[in-house]
């Protein structure tokens, strides 16, 4: 949506701060020179690095709970171990527990990986929700790929915290907003407490660039009385910028100097696979239009956002490899979301396509777990028999396979960040909410332990402060 996500709430100060390595200047490097034969040049430099430090955790068993283990896998009465921040062990109730461990009866209880959202705005549009805090769209050109919305992200948005302690969301990528063609790079953040928005950046985590099709950049930009006003002008607009990047990148990947752009360098990045390419498109035949135009400049689209029409071309879709990333039910807010259909997210999962849940909003982000629930529940009707330990892979792997670091997160395999939740009942229940959640092994909230509840900075002071409902 062209406004992003409003309101929201981050996590806090109230659990100490781990040290940050501090950010040094830039320094040149071989990626800054011309290109030469043995040593191809990078176009995803990043002169703001991550600083982002694991809180400190305690070896930790969970016992006697049901497993969904982000992969498609369910174990019953069974038992999770984590420590050292990575997955140690899962499997039976048999499952032998190393002395020293932190012990805790999940009986009758669920643990899964931890929700990652892949589209989200928050601390681009946080609470509250007023003009001074609207920083998503950068609505002065319709290509825009040289804005980062990290250096939009407040990481006092209190949605950080509603979202971990509410919704078990422990990663997600902040997206630019979609007034522009090209509206910019994204970042993949981890959902903790943090001065800077370095202190939450996922570390490695390949950038994104977030695009816009149909009925939002012809309206914002035709409005001003400028191209593009329709579809037509829209890709006529892409083409010509996806040329000009072409040429960019093949005069530095020939050594040529060029005078350094940041917009083409991030869509050099595109064409050289380094940066993601996610974008927000609800028609099927624009989504069509838009594979077509990806071969022929060379990219790949990782994802389609929004895409309420992939029903509709989930063959094509399953055949290029591309994700959808859906709402469950949203849907005739304007006309391209018009025709939609609730079984939308479990067909494209029945047509062997990859298949993401996502919220664009800040209280959605919060209930992704029953967002996936209404979607199973819509195919269940028409016939898709979709488990719940299938269905949680459309909030966990799947997502984070799209943001590129699905070897690092997103299901409970032993090696991988102990990014985990322990919810009080099944998950794809309305009347379910994380009990305990855990980021790289630490204990990041717990709803016993009011302790556990952080509170950004901004919160502090005011009426209702930590007040986790």
């Known amino acids: ?33 011309p290109a030469t034969a043995e040593k191809p040049v990078k176009f995803n430099k990043d002169p703001y690095p ?68 892949i589209h989200s705005h928050l601390g681009d549009y946080p609470s509250p929700s007023v003009d001074a805090h609207s920083d998503g769209n950068e609505a002065t050109s319709p290509t825009t790929p040289e804005v980062w919305s990290e250096h939009s992200v407040w990481p006092q948005d209190p949605g950080f915290s509603r979202a971990l302690a509410n919704g078990g969301v422990t990663s997600l990528q902040i997206l630019p907003g979609s007034a522009n063609l090209m509206g910019g790079r994204s970042i993949t953040l981890k959902n903790v407490p943090s001065r800077t928005v370095q202190g939450m950046k996922f570390p490695g985590a ?28 829209n890709f006529a607009v892409n083409r010509a910028t996806w040329q000009k990047a072409a040429a960019y990148k093949k005069k530095m990947d020939d050594g040529k100097a060029v005078d350094r752009d940041l917009a083409m360098e991030t869509l050099a990045g595109v064409l050289s696979g380094e940066i993601l390419l996610h974008n927000h498109c609800y028609r099927a035949d624009e989504m069509a239009l838009v594979i077509d135009m990806s071969k022929e400049f060379g990219y790949k689209v990782s994802t389609f956002h929004h895409a309420v029409e992939s029903y509709k071309i989930a063959d094509i879709l399953a055949k290029e490899g591309i994700c959808s990333a859906m709402w469950a039910d949203w849907w005739g807010f304007k006309m391209e979301a018009y025709d939609s259909v609730n079984e939308n997210i479990p067909m494209v999962y029945k047509a062997g396509a990859c298949t993401i849940v996502h919220s664009d909003d ?41 943001l590129g670091i699905g070897d690092r997160t997103g299901s409970l395999k032993p090696g991988k960040m102990a990014d985990v939740v322990l919810w009080n009942g099944n998950p794809f229940s309305a009347y379910t909410r994380p009990e305990k959640v855990w980021i790289d092994g630490a204990l990041m909230f717990d709803a016993n332990d009011p302790k556990r509840r952080p509170v950004s900075d901004f919160e502090l002071g005011q009426p209702g402060e930590g007040d986790v409902k």
């Open 206 to 233: 390949p950038y994104g660039l977030k695009m816009a099709c149909g009925e939002n950049p012809k309206r914002v930009y035709g409005g001003k009385g400028r191209m593009p006003s329709t579809r037509m002008g």
């Open 50 to 117: 991550s600083t982002y430090r694991p809180y400190g955790g305690r070896p930790t068993a969970v016992r006697g709970v049901t497993i969904f283990d982000g992969e498609g896998g369910r174990i019953d009465n069974g038992v999770v171990l984590f420590a050292g921040g990575k997955v140690e062990a899962v499997g039976g109730a048999d499952t032998a527990i190393p002395t020293g461990y932190d012990v805790i009866d999940g009986t009758g209880k669920f643990v899964t990986p931890g929700v990652i959202d």
């Open 1 to 33: 949506m062209i406004r992003g996500v409003k309101g929201s709430l981050l996590a806090a100060v109230s659990l100490a701060l781990v040290g940050c390595a501090a950010t040094g200047k830039e320094t040149a490097s071989a990626s800054d020179k």
């Open 362 to 402: 800040a209280n959605q982000i919060q209930r992704l777990n029953q967002e996936a629930a209404k979607a199973r529940a819509a195919g269940r009707r028409m016939g898709i028999d979709v488990s719940d330990e299938v269905a949680w892979t459309w909030l966990s792997l799947n997502p984070a396979k799209a």
